[in-house]
């Protein structure tokens, strides 16, 4: 999960990530729009969880999150928790995700946004294999709404962090596992 914000490629997570992250957000949201305002907002808001990440998981204190630190973090602040009870820091990731994913900014992730997602972070062959994915996350409710809204996506990320079993639903959050 670290390597999606692990925006500079380079093995692991300091402020530098979340300096990029913020002017992603602010050009994603802004559809290439990139206003000073919402700039420093978004600046403001990931110098801030950044700060937090780190509190949590940058267990030598040398500036930097490492993989391993990073889910060591995520297995003693989320694993067995639900959404309610997770860190702040953990709970404004996953909304800032949601937020990067939702296209149209419309509060639902549609299949296409989902789609979207998919093929940016991973080589998939058969857009059948991300469909069949994407329909088995949607329970009843889903798909009156037309896709995944905020408080489903915060269920679902919470299932995807916490629930460590083979038949968890939520492990295909992030599109189809390897094919």
Known sequence: M????????????????FQCLALRTCVLEGKGDCSSSRLQKYQHIMLSLWEEIAQLADFDKDGIVTVDEFKKAVQNSCIGKRYEDFPQAMKAFIETNFRMIDINC?????IEEYRYDCV???VVDDIKAIDDAFNSLLNDDDRRKGGIALSRYQ????????????DCPAKLLFGPLEL
């Open 2 to 17: 670290s390597s999606a914000y692990d925006i500079d490629n380079n093995g692991y997570l300091d402020a530098h990530d």
């Open 106 to 110: 419309d509060g639902i992730i549609g």
């Open 120 to 122: 940016q972070r991973m």
């Open 155 to 166: 269920e679902l990320f919470a299932q995807f962090l916490s629930d460590q079993s083979e």
